[in-house]
DNA sequence: GCCGTTTTCGGCCCGACTGTTTTCAGTCG
């Protein structure tokens, strides 16, 4: 049973006992528990089978971390069985329809009989809906528009589709007289991979009119809400976002206050309001004197309280709060840290630029180094490259390296792992190459024990240096292979191989929480584009955006170093490279 | 149900907007 499966339980039964009309303290224990469980970076079957204490997970406690060991042994939870047969599924899932929660679900299923989704779309429309007290035409038709919504809903979408439409609506919004210090929060600001909704912060004199300007943009295919400060709508593409003015003197605060994911809000305003102090969008409250203290950056509000800036990637309730108390945060990687880039194709395989322009392109970022790093021999489709055609390649590489003089370029392949992990190219040919970064792009459907292994045996060759995008996940449109990542973080400790995160947006893999575990165990990894075009360099910035999420540092991640580290690194024996 | 530099008991983040009803409960983020 997976962590993922395991905090489904945990949501599910905290949805459950809110509609049981339990109370809601325990109800938010559940859903704490639920969430740090999915974050949690280590297999609590795993721990639970090696007998170790589950309480280290925050929001875990004695009766949740029995209910886990129930769970995972049994494959079973007593507490979740009874919740079930007292509410029918189809009840749980009017909870998933916006605007109902626990309290209109029950009611529409006492005093209608709803026990599903197209129960509800039948009550709305031949009104009986709007019938019910404290309920009316507009309930009804609401109702009907979620539905509707709901059912064409797309999930999540990736972050490389969301940061340009919000970058689209800013420019928008930038037209509208007395609009400034427009920012995108929430999860596009900590660089999630995926995005649900997108939050923009700004400020304004007068913002009933930047409202109004809002709601009335081109882009805009259904106003949701609308207040004197913010106001919530469906954009042509069916992404929801939401806009949230302040006065500029409230701007840190603001900024601050919708950025953090929701347990590290609760964690932040819980630890100060012990302390008096009641921390909103408008500021910070002294709860004896009512005095409100304003903050124009997030710099001078994070002062105020006497802790460290907190980056926005992290601010994810993984602890960063108390090492920010004590000052004791790591300085994360940064994009100018990066120094060359791993994984590049040009038109010797399926990229669309030379070697020439593509090494030009990352002279002209400032870069150091890079690899060329076209496909093997086995991706016949992607036109990947034969021993001869490699040695050929070497040619040209040495040719261009004379015309830019102080940049490095190394040679190197994208080499297949075949199925059954044996390498795509002989040794011999693989030794006379400087980077060799193997990965699989074929035969996705295997076991968890096939996957497993067949990495794993291209990982204990001598001459492969780094696995490339290691679960082979395309976001919203491939799910991630079967493979037991935590086996191959111990092998790539094992032989000294290195992992990518691969930084194109629709793939980011290793994905956060396993970038997280491999930089814990001591892991190096490299971020890279995967670029099939010169442009395709721009990407860096969410693979950047992932190794911060995983807290990484400048040191652990090898493209940070210069050119000379890079070349005696690659040159070392790799069994003794992560010593 | 969890948790503790106020607490092992008594708390548990904070505010905007909606719909329906005249003061607020419910929901959301």
């Avoid at 790093?373 to 040695?391: F, K, N, P, Q």
Wanted: with cysteine; proline share 4%; hydrophobic share 40%.
């Amino acid at each position: 049973m997976k962590n993922s499966d395991i905090a489904k339980v945990f949501y599910d039964i905290a949805d459950l006992l809110d509609l049981k009309g339990e109370n809601m303290f325990k109800v938010r224990a559940y859903q704490k528990a639920a969430r740090a469980i999915e974050l949690w970076p280590r297999d609590l079957e795993a721990m639970v089978r090696e007998g170790e204490d589950l309480r280290e997970i925050p929001g875990v406690g004695e009766a949740i971390a029995k209910k886990i060991a129930d769970l995972v042994t049994t494959g079973k939870l007593e507490l979740y069985e009874q919740l079930r047969q007292e509410f029918p599924t189809g009840v749980v899932s009017l909870l998933d329809i916006p605007g109902i929660g626990p309290r209109t679900a029950v009611r529409l299923a006492k005093e209608l009989g709803v026990k599903s989704v197209v129960d509800l779309e039948q009550a709305a429309t031949d009104g009986r809906v709007a019938a019910l007290p404290r309920m009316g035409p507009k309930t009804a038709e609401n109702i009907l528009d979620q539905i509707q919504a709901l059912r064409r809903k797309d999930q999540r979408i990736p972050i490389g589709e969301a940061l340009p439409a919000v970058e689209a609506v800013q420019a928008a919004l930038r037209q509208i007289p007395g609009v400034h210090n427009l920012t995108p929060a929430g999860s596009l600001r900590r660089f999630r991979d995926t995005i649900g909704d997108i939050d923009i912060m700004g400020t304004s004199d007068r913002p009933e009119d930047a409202i109004q300007a809002f709601t009335s943009l081109p882009q805009v295919s259904q106003v949701l809400a609308k207040g004197p400060t913010k106001a919530s709508v469906i954009l042509g593409g069916g992404l929801q976002a939401d806009l949230r003015f302040v006065e500029h003197d409230s701007f840190g605060s603001l900024l601050q206050y919708f950025t953090g994911n929701k347990e590290h809000n609760v964690i932040l305003r819980d630890h100060f309001r012990r302390q008096g102090l009641k921390l909103s969008e408008y500021g910070i409250t002294d709860m004896k004197t009512e005095r409100l203290e304003k903050f124009a950056t997030e710099e001078a509000f994070y002062q105020r309280l006497g802790m460290q800036w907190i980056p926005p990637e992290i601010r994810e309730a993984q602890g960063e709060i108390e090492l920010a108390l004590e000052g004791t945060l790591p300085k994360l990687v940064e994009i100018s840290d990066v120094k060359g880039d791993f994984h590049i194709h040009t038109d010797w395989s399926d990229g669309q630029n030379s070697i020439e322009d593509m090494v030009l392109a990352a002279k002209a970022r400032g870069y150091q180094y890079a690899v060329i790093s076209d496909h093997s021999i086995g991706r016949g489709i992607a036109r990947g490259l034969s021993a001869e055609r490699l040695r050929q390649q070497k040619e040209v590489i040495t040719e261009v390296s004379k015309k830019t003089e102080g940049f490095r370029i190394f040679t190197g392949v994208e080499l297949d792992i075949r199925a059954d992990g044996s390498l795509d190219l002989p040794d011999d040919v693989l030794a006379g190459i400087d980077v060799v970064t193997a990965s699989v792009h074929s035969g996705m459907g295997q076991t968890t024990e096939r996957m497993t292994q067949r990495v794993i045996r291209a990982m204990e060759s001598p001459h492969v240096d780094i696995i490339a995008h290691p679960t082979c996940r395309l976001i919203g449109t491939r799910q991630p292979v079967n493979i037991d990542m935590e086996e191959v973080f111990k092998a790539a400790l094992r032989t000294g191989t290195l992992l990518e995160i691969n930084a194109m947006p629709q793939r980011l893999d290793l994905k956060d929480a396993h970038a997280y575990r491999a930089r814990k165990l001591g892991i190096k990894l490299v971020v890279a584009t995967d670029s099939h075009r010169t442009d395709h360099y721009d990407v860096m910035r969410y693979g950047i955006g992932v190794a911060r999420r995983a807290w990484c540092q400048a040191g652990d991640i090898l493209n940070s170093q210069p050119a000379s580290d890079i070349e005696a690194f690659f040159r070392s024996d790799k069994g003794q490279r992560l010593r």
